[in-house]
């Protein structure tokens, strides 16, 4: 029987609706954010001075980060202006998947209702030889895992 091994980290993809029909587009060297935390309310009770009730609240959803190097003529980067100097959001479905070794998806994230609210480029120095990354930041409604 074989031995069961966790996936890679490393190998992964990102569709993001109408806008990923382009191949570089999709490639991204990190994505981060996929945190979900349930609040939690606490009640005091009268008279009971043992403990205080704590009951679930909302979910909270982390921002889901992308980093890359920078790409010119990037749909994503244009959908990324229209909002900042339009303001004019154009929410679109996000999905992040695992691959296999194959290339075959292993498990997705779909993130719901996702527009672009931070985009960043990390600093020059010309005494480094490092690729000039990007980083965009989304904000969205929620994700769920599909299976």
């Known amino acids: 029987m074989a031995e069961y091994y ?9 569709d993001i609706d109408g806008l990923t029909s382009d191949k570089k587009d999709i490639g991204f060297q990190e994505v981060s954010g996929l945190n979900a935390t349930i609040g939690e309310f606490t009640y005091e009770e009268g008279g009971e001075n043992r403990f205080v009730h704590k009951l679930p609240q909302r979910v909270t959803y982390d921002k889901l980060v992308l980093k890359r190097g920078i790409l010119q003529g990037s749909e994503l980067i244009g959908w990324f202006r229209d909002a900042v100097e339009a303001y004019k959001f154009d929410p679109k479905g996000i999905t992040v998947t695992l691959l296999n070794e194959e290339h075959e998806p292993l498990e997705s994230w779909s993130f719901i209702n996702a527009y672009p609210v931070k985009w960043s480029v990390a600093s020059f120095n010309s005494t480094k030889n490092e690729v000039a990354v990007e980083t965009i930041e989304m904000a969205y409604q929620y994700f769920r895992r599909l299976e």
């Open 6 to 14: 966790p996936p890679t980290g490393f190998h992964f993809r990102v």
